[in-house]
């Protein structure tokens, strides 16, 4: 009978915790979140527009030019159909992009700005990027495009039960922090609490996916829903990436050692092989002893194009070669993390390479940190116009204890 109670007891027991089990399934990841909902467009209703803008103001008078609101009315009109309220850091500098309804297809559009006062700033200057965006593309689910392309995300966040305080945009791609980017909007109107709807610009610098999802804070800045969904961007490949190249120490004997570089083939040439191939030859290297007391054994590793005058490696006679007029920048040091994470497309390679002085055809520097050293990174133009970088991973011997310089390397398309 005893035995007979305790299966009793434990079939018992089994049922409760079947039906407990039961009943936390019906809440789970995949459904606890259901009462906030994204709606991203794919395109715009025939009476909507676009309006990508930026307005400024003089900063010579900080009261009178701050601007508080933000306005967009019809063309002519003092009455705003939005008004907008700006940050702190947003008064006397604001862009936005608003989606505007039409009351006549002919209709358009003029942003303004007021002061605390409500009187409109006369001195602000507005710069249109689309008024209205011509064929705006809007990213709903996935879009594949170029570098320099903008794209919008242009969505509606509603949440049945909580109030929305706070739209957080994330960004997941990749980067030196495994932590996504992450921007937070606050919901200013109250009326908005339920339903917010935003467009966001992006402009496309990235090459590669990269994949964006909106999500709802409530009042305790705690998560409330995403909808489950998120968009994803993909940019065509816009430069190429050479990984692992080595350009090895000049030999004076048998110059057989690969010391010069061709960047659009990716390969090292020696002396002896060098003129037939100088047409594509961008840069040769040299080194000297560092003779400062503490730095005995080290070497200063410098670079020169073909086209230096005069040659600053008289043993390699290069004067009969077909000249390659590329120009270099001086090393910029510690910047592996900017050429890993910040040149990720052509078109932040080109604004980070016209961000440097380009007009070094050769060096002798006084400190191996100064030279290619690890970590530096030396940005060039080559005679065609396409920028890149070069970044020096490692000064190293191989097995027959030649010394070379090790490098990647990102050029434009």
């Not at 903008?150 to 030196?176: C, Q």
Request: charged share 20%.
């Amino acid at each position: 009978m005893k035995n007979k109670n305790i299966r009793l007891l434990s079939l018992l027991l089994l049922g409760v915790l079947t039906m407990y089990s039961c009943k936390k399934d019906t809440e789970n990841i995949f459904n606890m979140f259901e009462d906030v909902d994204v709606v991203y467009s794919s395109e715009l209703n025939s009476d909507e527009v676009l309006i990508d803008f930026e307005i400024s103001t003089p900063t010579s008078n900080p009261t009178l030019n701050q601007m508080i609101n933000i306005n967009i009315s019809e063309t002519g009109s003092t009455t705003p159909l939005l008004t907008i309220p700006t940050l702190a850091s947003e008064r006397n500098k604001y862009a936005g992009v608003f989606k505007m309804k039409k009351s006549t297809p002919q209709t358009t559009f003029e942003v303004w700005a007021t002061n605390a006062a409500g009187a409109r700033i006369a001195g602000s200057t507005v710069v249109y990027h689309g008024n209205p965006v011509v064929n705006p593309k809007l990213v709903s689910d996935y879009i594949n495009v170029n570098d320099g392309e903008v794209v919008y995300l242009d969505y509606t966040i509603t949440s049945n039960d909580e109030d929305i305080y706070g739209v957080v945009v994330e960004k997941v791609a990749g980067s030196s922090s495994s932590s996504p980017e992450r921007t937070t909007p606050i919901v200013p109107s109250e009326s908005e609490r339920r339903s917010f709807s935003r467009t966001i610009k992006l402009k496309m610098e990235r090459d590669g996916k990269s994949t964006y999802r909106i999500y709802a804070l409530n009042s305790k800045s705690v998560y409330i829903g995403d909808g489950y969904k998120n968009v994803t961007i993909e940019v065509n490949p816009s430069f190429k990436m050479l990984s692992n190249r080595r350009i090895y120490v000049p030999d004076t004997a048998t110059k057989v050692n690969p010391s010069f570089f061709s960047i659009t083939k990716g390969t090292a040439f020696s002396y002896t092989d060098g003129q037939a191939n100088s047409a594509d030859i961008d840069f040769g290297i040299w080194r000297t002893p560092d003779l400062r007391p503490n730095q005995v054994g080290r070497y200063i590793y410098n670079y020169y194009s073909t086209t230096a005058n005069p040659n600053p490696f008289p043993t390699y006679d290069i004067s009969a070669w077909t000249k390659r007029a590329t120009v270099f920048s001086t090393p910029v040091t510690n910047a592996t993390n900017t050429f890993l994470y910040t040149l990720v497309s052509s078109s932040v390679i080109a604004a980070q390479a016209q961000a440097r002085t380009l007009n070094v055809t050769s060096t002798n520097f006084t400190t191996w940190q100064a030279g290619l050293a690890p970590g530096n990174v030396v940005y060039f133009k080559t005679p065609e116009g396409k920028f890149g970088a070069f970044l020096v991973t490692g000064l190293a011997t191989d097995f027959d204890k030649k010394p070379y310089v090790a490098i990647h390397v990102k050029i434009q398309n």
